[in-house]
C-alpha cells in the first residue's frame, strides 16, 4: 500500500512554460514533505521541502504548494529550462523521521 | 570530491553468493541509510543507522546485514543474494540539526542472475 503517490511516470513540457508535479499521500501524520531531483547515474539530491504547517514554500523557480485537507502537495517550476529534465521524486517524513517514497516522475523539457 | 561514496558502482554476481557494499562519507554526519530503488517503486529503506552503535531495520530489511564500522562508513550486505535483490542501491547520510534532508551517493546497480 502505497502511502506516498506520483501518479504521472513522465510529464512533457516546453522551455519557459510552467513545469507542475504532483504528489498525493495517505498518512495524515506526515509533518514534512521534501522534493528530490535525479539525474541519471547519480543519487537524489534535495530541492526543496514544506513543513505540515504550511501551505507554501518557494525557492527561486521552485514552488512546493500543501493542501493538507486534500493530502495532495505539488511542485512548481518556473520558467522550466533543460537543465530541469530529470526524476522528480516526492518523499514525507514519517516516524522515526524515516522518508517514505513516491515512485518519481520523469520530467522531459522541450526546446 | 564527492562528499558520499559507494563502492562498486555496478556489480553482477550469481545466486547464492554472499556480496558486500560499501559507502563512505566525508560530510561528518551521525546518521546513515540503506535504501533500495526498484524500477516503478519509489526508494524504500533497508536499514539505517543513527550512530556507530545504533542500528535500525527499515521496511525491507530481509535478506541484508549492516554493518558501522565507523561514523563514515556504513556497509551493506547481502548473506546470500537472489535475483530480486537486483536492483540501484542508495546510501544516504543525514545531520541531526537537518533531520529532513539527506545526501545521497551516486548509487550502486547490482544483479543477481
Known amino acids: 500500500d502505497q502511502q506516498v503517490k506520483q501518479n504521472s511516470p513522465s510529464l512533457s513540457v516546453q522551455e519557459g512554460r510552467i513545469s507542475i508535479l504532483n504528489c498525493d499521500y495517505t498518512?495524515?501524520?506526515?509533518?514534512?514533505f521534501l522534493w528530490y531531483k535525479k539525474y541519471p547515474a547519480e543519487g537524489p539530491t534535495f530541492l526543496i521541502s514544506?513543513?505540515?504547517i504550511k501551505d507554501k514554500n518557494e525557492d527561486g523557480r521552485f514552488t512546493v504548494f500543501l493542501n493538507k485537507s486534500a493530502k495532495h502537495l505539488s511542485l512548481h517550476i518556473v520558467p522550466s529550462q533543460p537543465g530541469d529534465s530529470a526524476v522528480y521524486f516526492c518523499?514525507?517524513?514519517?516516524?522515526?523521521?524515516?522518508?517514505?517514497w513516491g515512485a518519481g516522475t520523469k520530467l522531459i523539457i522541450k526546446p | 570530491d564527492a562528499d558520499v561514496t559507494q563502492t562498486p558502482r555496478n556489480r553482477i554476481t550469481k545466486t547464492g553468493k554472499r556480496i558486500m557494499l560499501e559507502c563512505s562519507q566525508t560530510k561528518g554526519h551521525d546518521r546513515m541509510y540503506w535504501y533500495r530503488q526498484d524500477p516503478g517503486l519509489g526508494l524504500r529503506l533497508i536499514y539505517y543507522?543513527?550512530?556507530?552503535?545504533?542500528?535500525n531495520k527499515g521496511e525491507i530489511s530481509d535478506g541484508y546485514s549492516v554493518s558501522r564500522q565507523a561514523q563514515a562508513k556504513f556497509s551493506l550486505s547481502l548473506e546470500s543474494a537472489i535475483p530480486n535483490q537486483t536492483a540501484l542501491y542508495f546510501c544516504?547520510?543525514?545531520?541531526?540539526?537537518?533531520?529532513?534532508?539527506?545526501?545521497f551517493g551516486p548509487g550502486t546497480r547490482l544483479l543477481v542472475l
Open positions: 544516504a547520510t543525514s545531520d541531526p540539526g537537518q533531520r529532513e534532508t539527506q545526501y
Open positions: 514544506i513543513s505540515s
Open positions: 518523499a514525507a517524513r514519517g516516524g522515526n523521521y524515516q522518508l517514505i
Open positions: 498518512n495524515s501524520m506526515f509533518d514534512y
Open positions: 543507522s543513527f550512530d556507530v552503535k545504533d542500528i
